[in-house]
């Protein structure tokens, strides 16, 4: 027997949908995949979205709780038009890029002096970025694959932009030996921005997980990068 979601329950659809989104791919994943895990009938679903596409635009949007649910009057999401859901996503990804302390410190308009604390701010905020957005970033990249125009997006003025910001940084670093000598910028780069995006997001998604409190993860993985790259006396 199935039984309806409770009333004011919207966020429970969310948290399964993105749940199985993760775990299937948008391609793979159909309604009644959705229902099933939520133990109610496929048309249960479509009292609060009218499609695969308007749930996935909501776990988007809702499943990092930075966004209010929408009113049961707003129920059910309608299917976003073509675009959509790319333009959002691209303006959540342009919104925290133009906050970063690495995006600010690139360009000049954050000076920290210290090499150390520098590199610990740059580190630390990129780290609680992925963390509190954990959710819609991994929705994101296991998605993305299989969603051509988010793939542009995502590959490229997200992961990959996040990327060249920090070659950049490392490259100028170390032009004034404020950092050691590194051999290959773009394989630092990328090996430091995987280890944040592991701790950070990709361990609370892992079969076998890390039971590792996630301040103390932070504090380690920060304190592994400085010392790995900071030149010292």
């Given at each position: ?5 409770p009333p004011g329950?919207f ?9 199985i989104?993760?775990?299937?791919g948008y391609?793979l994943t ?6 099933g895990a ?5 048309g249960?679903?479509y ?5 695969k596409?308007?749930?996935f ?9 930075h966004v209010?649910?929408?009113a049961a009057s707003?129920l059910?999401l309608r299917?976003p038009t073509?675009?959509t859901?790319?333009a959002?996503i691209r303006?959540?990804i342009?919104a ?5 302390t690495?995006a600010?410190?690139v360009s000049?308009?954050l000076?920290i002096r ?5 590199l610990?701010a740059?580190?630390?905020d990129l780290?609680?970025r ?7 970033l ?6 993305a ?8 997006v995502w590959f490229?003025?997200g ?16 032009r004034?030996?404020r950092?050691r ?11 430091i921005?995987?280890?944040i995006a ?5 361990r609370?998604?892992d ?8 301040a103390d993860?932070?504090r380690a993985?920060?304190d592994?990068i400085?010392n790995g790259l900071?030149e010292r006396?």
């Open positions: 027997m199935t039984r309806p979601i329950r966020g429970q659809l969310v948290e399964v949908a993105t749940r989104f993760i775990a299937r391609r159909q309604m009644a995949d959705i229902a939520l133990g109610v009938a496929k249960t679903t009292g609060y979205v009218d499609s596409e308007a749930l635009d909501a776990a988007v949007r809702y499943a990092d709780g209010a649910p929408p707003d059910p299917t073509r675009g859901t790319v959002y303006q959540r342009a925290e890029a133009a906050e970063m690495l600010q410190v000049g308009k000076v210290n090499a150390e604390r520098e610990q740059v580190l630390a780290y609680r992925i963390a509190r957005n954990r959710l819609a991994k929705l994101v990249d296991r998605c694959v299989d969603y051509p125009e988010l793939a542009g490229g003025e992961r990959g932009a996040q990327h060249q910001l920090l070659v950049q940084l490392l490259q100028a670093r170390a004034k030996k950092f000598r590194i051999g290959n910028p773009a394989v630092v780069g990328r090996t921005l995987e280890t592991f701790w950070a997001m990709h609370h998604f079969p076998a997980p890390q039971m590792v409190d996630d993860a932070e993985v920060i592994l400085v900071l006396p």
